[in-house]
């Protein structure tokens, strides 16, 4: 049994992107502030804070979560992914990132993060998902640039290229 | 904005939690899946001394078929059972047809894979899918707690808005729906938005061409659900859903006015109890 009490501070550890990282925590942290603050991975953007935008959205074994909805202790011992480790170590983009930059599929980008890493789990168990698919999953995020075709432009370029 | 400070506590069997509870009362939350109770903690509507973390507990994360002689058969649902768990069971269109008809509807995808069956239940919000369909097919809610095990039928469980009969000490362990093989299903809802909260949803459920259980949201505290006599010719089965829309009102809040919702139920409802009897024939 885990316990921590309220105005204690405690080491919490996970693994970040392949890497086994560990920072300080409060109980009330949430795992978004973790990230940006305790572990320095700014990527991960911050937008309502209470679950409706998208933005915070990361990959928590693999599967897309709010992470202003999780307490950076939920994921103690867990496997994140965050946005930082969709690209190439040189800095190429992946097909889903290139599949962005092609179709005009973000603007100012404070919402993209999320939005790629929504799909990078959505596309995983559905790669070949159809328009009326990726607009349902795309209800999950706000965007106020790009009107979303782009997005789902992006997308659909994506899933016509996978086998 | 950021909670309030809470002592935080992952048990990991279903009797530490129960003990937990019992040492907090009041002042401790069940946390599952926290896609309603961290939005809350965050906006401070709702403050905790103690989150008690289920989510890791085995025994909780189970999908079962439960037999039952007068009951029938029922699905078992744990408290740690994700809505897209039970989505991708690979048996629940066969077993659960309106459940597998209002899982698409509840939150997001990315909130699915987090939020749990019980705890769309356990918050209770008037206009909710998952409590709708279990009021409609008569499902259970199973309630632990030091002092022993009840189950409570889902109409008993919850009473009113954000209201239900559990009390401090019990932890909601699971819910029961009932098996409705064959039978026709269908379910429609009116949201400002994909995956926001309905502002009236309607479920109904066929079991022949002559028996159709109506369920709405969103129209009262808590979903109501009615029988309608299909014989009925389908002018009939409208002028009944009408002045059923005038008996319960509806209410208004920032979404709709009790009008708009007495409109929306006149419409959806005999879409649904259309649809349910085409399934059933």
Redesign the interface.
Known sequence: MRRVKRNERVRVSLTLNGRKLAAEAEPRTLLCDFLRHGLGATGTHVGCEHGVCGACTVLIDGVATRSCLTLAVQAEGCEVRTVESLAAPDGTLNPLQQAFADNHALQCGFCTPGILMSFTDYLSRNPQASEAEIRDVLTGHLCRCTGYAGIVAAVKDVTKSSP | ????????????TIE?AVALLAEYGDGARI?AG??SL??M???RIVEAEA?I?V?RIAALDVIGEVSDKELGNRIEIGAAVTQ?KLMAWPRLAEKLPLVAAAL?HV?????R??GTVCGSIAHADPSSELPLTLALLGGEVVLKSQRGERVLAANEFQKDMLTTSRAADELIAAVRFPVTNGAGVAFREVAR???DFAIVAVAAVAENKNAVRLGVGGMAGKPVVRQIAAKESSDAIAETIASWADELEGYEDLHASAAMRRDLLRNLAPLAVEEAIRCAA
Request: aromatic share 8%; hydrophobic share 25%.
């Open positions: 904005m950021k909670p309030r400070p809470f002592d935080y506590i992952r048990p990991d530490e946390l926290g896609q961290v939005p903690l965050n906006l989150l973390d989510s897209n698409p939150g997001h995808f990315q909130t894979n987090k938005r994909h995956g």
